[in-house]
C-alpha cells in the first residue's frame, strides 16, 4: 500500500512543510497512472482538436464569413478589404465548464478475465484521468463527484483526483451519490453498468433532474461479452456471496450473450432518452479509441449548452 503520510515525514515535520510540497510528495506516489493518463492524453490532444469556442472573450480565435445574422460592429474591415467577402472576428468562449466524474467502485469492477489484460477499475481509472488531464489543458475545471471538492482547473485537482481513485478506496458503491453539483455541468460516468437496469435508470433521472448533462462509458471485459467458456464451469460473484456450477457452459452462450447484449442496448437506450451520450469499451481494445470518442462527445454537450 502507498505510503501517504507526507513523503516519510515525522508528524511535527509535516505540519511545517508548505502545502505545495506536501502535495507534490503526494503526487510522486502515483507515477505509473499518471505517466500513463499523460501519455494518453498527449497522444490523443494530436489527433482531435481543441474545446476552443467561439463566444464571449478577449483572445481571438479565428476569421469566419459574415452572415446577415451578425452585427455590423463584428466585421473586421481590416481583413474584409483582403477580399471581395467581409469577415466577422470571433473570440475564445473563456468560460471554463465543469466536468464531474464518477468511477463505479464495485466489487465486479475488479474483474479481468486474463492476466495479461486490465481490470475494468484500471481501465476506467486509465481513461478518467486521461480525460481529465486533456480538460486540464484546454482550462476546463474539473471534480470527482462526491469527493466534497468544488470543481478547479490546474494540476492539483488531476493529482488530488488520481489520488482519490487509486488509494483512497471510494465507497464500493456502483451508482452515483446525491451528491450537489453545479447545475449546467457534466458528469463522466465509468462502469460495467452490471447493476439491475431499474436503478441505472432512477440513477440517470436523478441526476437529469439536477441540470446534468451526462457521457456513460461501458467497461466491458471481452469474456463478459464473448462467454466463451465451456465443459464443466463454476460461476462466482465478485462478491463471494453466490455461485452456480453449469455442466456445459456452452450451452447456455447464445441466450447468455442475447441478455448481456440487450441489458447493454437498454442502458444505450436511457441515455439517449435523456440526450446523454453513451460509448461502449472492452479492456482489450486500445484505450485511445475510447478517449476520442468520449472527448468529441463533451464537446458536442458543450455546444449545445451554450446554444
Known amino acids: 500500500m502507498t505510503d501517504w503520510t507526507g513523503g516519510g515525514a515525522k508528524p511535527e515535520q509535516r505540519n511545517r512543510i508548505p502545502l505545495g510540497e506536501q502535495a507534490e510528495s503526494l503526487a510522486a506516489a502515483l507515477p505509473p ?18 474545446r476552443r469556442k467561439a463566444g464571449m472573450g478577449e483572445t481571438f480565435w479565428q476569421f469566419r464569413r459574415y452572415s446577415h445574422e451578425d ?16 469577415f466577422v472576428r470571433e473570440r475564445e468562449w473563456e468560460a471554463a465548464e465543469a466536468v464531474w466524474f464518477w468511477r463505479d467502485g464495485s466489487p465486479g469492477m475488479r474483474f479481468s478475465s486474463e492476466k495479461q489484460l486490465t481490470t475494468k477499475i484500471e481501465r476506467a481509472n486509465l481513461l478518467a484521468l486521461s480525460l481529465a488531464s486533456l480538460l486540464v489543458r484546454g482550462g476546463e475545471r474539473i471534480a470527482l463527484l462526491g469527493d466534497g471538492h468544488a470543481p478547479a482547473t490546474g494540476r492539483a485537482p488531476l493529482r488530488r483526483i488520481a489520488h482519490e481513485l487509486v488509494d483512497l478506496a471510494p465507497p464500493e458503491t456502483a451508482l452515483p451519490p446525491d451528491a450537489p453539483v453545479s447545475r449546467n455541468s457534466q458528469l463522466v460516468w465509468l462502469s460495467d453498468f452490471l447493476s439491475p437496469i431499474g436503478e441505472i ?11 446534468l448533462t451526462g457521457h456513460l462509458v461501458h467497461i466491458v471485459d471481452p469474456a463478459e461479452e464473448d462467454f466463451p467458456f465451456t465443459g464443466r464451469t463454476r460461476f462466482e460473484s465478485a462478491e463471494k456471496s453466490d455461485s452456480q456450477i453449469f455442466g456445459r457452459a456452452e450451452s447456455v452462450r447464445s ?21 446523454w451520450s453513451y ?21 458536442g454537450a458543450d455546444a449545445k449548452l451554450r446554444t
Open 33 to 50: 497512472l499518471l505517466v500513463a493518463a499523460e501519455r494518453l492524453a498527449s497522444a490523443v490532444s494530436l489527433g482531435v482538436h481543441g
Open 71 to 86: 452585427p455590423s460592429a463584428l466585421i473586421d474591415w481590416r481583413q474584409s478589404a483582403k477580399s471581395q467577402h467581409l
Open 201 to 211: 435508470e432512477t440513477a440517470l433521472r436523478r441526476l437529469a433532474r439536477m441540470g
Open 255 to 275: 441466450s447468455y450473450r442475447a441478455r448481456f447484449r440487450a441489458h447493454g442496448e437498454a442502458v444505450s437506450a436511457i441515455a439517449r432518452r435523456l440526450s
Open 279 to 299: 460509448v461502449a469499451h472492452r479492456t482489450d481494445k486500445r484505450p485511445e479509441i475510447a478517449l476520442i470518442a468520449l472527448y468529441a462527445d463533451i464537446a
